[in-house]
């Protein structure tokens, strides 16, 4: 059982920057793919980005690339994401995510979920 919490999200302005960050519970952090995701109003939920149990691959989705940044401390049980330049458009909820072992950018395939954190972004 892995229990995530996120912290970090807030109101800025288009062109501005903020940084998620997700703790998890439990001794086996290095076993979980961790992803971000983001669901706005109305719509499906999206992938963000994500990141391999040891950290040596990232991926991003199409909208954030260049823009976001996801890291992992497994020494502190932490993921992060980075966001910078943001934009009216990557208003939403964001959600930190893990999946056991194996890598997905599926949101149905991981198996925790954070309760999610606001971030909205003023034009």
């Known amino acids: 059982q892995v229990q995530l919490v996120e912290t970090g999200g807030g109101l800025v302005e288009a062109g501005g920057s903020l940084r998620l960050s997700c703790a998890a519970s439990?001794?086996?952090?290095?076993?979980?793919?961790m992803g971000w995701f983001r669901q706005a109003p109305g719509k499906e939920r999206e992938f963000v980005a994500a990141?391999?149990?040891?950290?040596?691959?990232?991926y991003y989705g199409e909208s954030v690339k260049g823009r976001f940044t996801i890291s992992r401390d497994n020494a502190q049980n932490t993921v992060a994401l980075q966001m910078n330049s943001l934009k009216p458009e990557d208003t939403a909820v964001y959600y930190c995510a893990a999946r056991w072992f194996v890598f997905t950018t599926t949101p149905s395939e991981y198996n925790y979920w954070g309760q999610g954190t606001q971030v909205t972004v003023s034009s």
């Open positions: 990141i391999t149990r040891y950290g040596s691959n990232t």
């Open positions: 439990g001794r086996t952090f290095s076993s979980y793919t």
